[in-house]
């Protein structure tokens, strides 16, 4: 038992401290109660080390999502927190071999593909705006007025540049919290079938 809650805290190591250490007391006194001696019998109740840590790692971030309260409209949240939320819970849910191919839709169609488009546009606009200047400081020496409004327009795209950037985030953590809800939604439904066996 020992060896196995040693690889489930290795594996736990992306949690803080406080939340490892709930974890591996949850899970120490639940193979103790249950007369789990040896790594084979607990590999055989729980699974892997590995996976007990995704489930329990997607379990926090849910949990800690929805402490967080509703989604208002002056959300003000830190994409990259959502975004490694989501990672989680999409690890979590491929540990299941039920669920793969659920997965893997969602990641192509949730993840992927709008990256790809999002990454174009931004890409776009960056090379846009540089054009935009460049043309605006060339203009500048033949026509001072048309300069100056090419140099209007240059901040014009990098003000939609900045509100892109903005509606990307917000795009980040609605798909956390759809993500998050994907999982629970997945995790009640093995609950309720493992109830009944």
Request: aromatic share 10%; glycine share 6%.
């Amino acid at each position: 038992m020992n060896n196995y809650i040693d690889e489930l805290s290795k594996d736990l190591k992306a949690l803080n401290e406080q939340d490892r250490q709930d974890i591996i007391e949850f899970y120490t006194e639940y193979l103790e109660d249950g007369g789990f001696k040896t790594y084979d019998a607990c590999l055989q109740e729980l699974g892997s080390p590995r996976k007990v840590a995704l489930k329990a790692m997607a379990d926090r971030s849910t949990r800690a999502s929805d402490e967080t309260g509703p989604v208002n409209n002056n959300y003000r949240g830190n994409s990259k927190t959502d975004a490694k939320v989501i990672w989680i819970v999409l690890l979590a849910i491929l540990s299941s071999p039920v669920t793969i191919p659920l997965a893997l839709c969602i990641i192509l169609f949730l993840v992927f593909i709008p990256a790809v488009v999002v990454l174009s546009i931004l890409c776009a606009l960056a090379i846009s705006i540089f054009f935009i200047f460049a043309s605006a400081i060339n203009l500048i020496s033949i026509s001072f007025i048309s300069g100056l409004t090419m140099l209007g327009i240059g901040f014009v795209f990098i003000g939609i540049l900045l509100l892109f950037i903005a509606l990307i985030q917000l795009i980040i953590h609605w798909i956390r919290i759809f993500v998050s809800w994907i999982y629970r939604k997945s995790t009640s439904k093995g609950k309720t079938e493992g109830g009944n066996d």
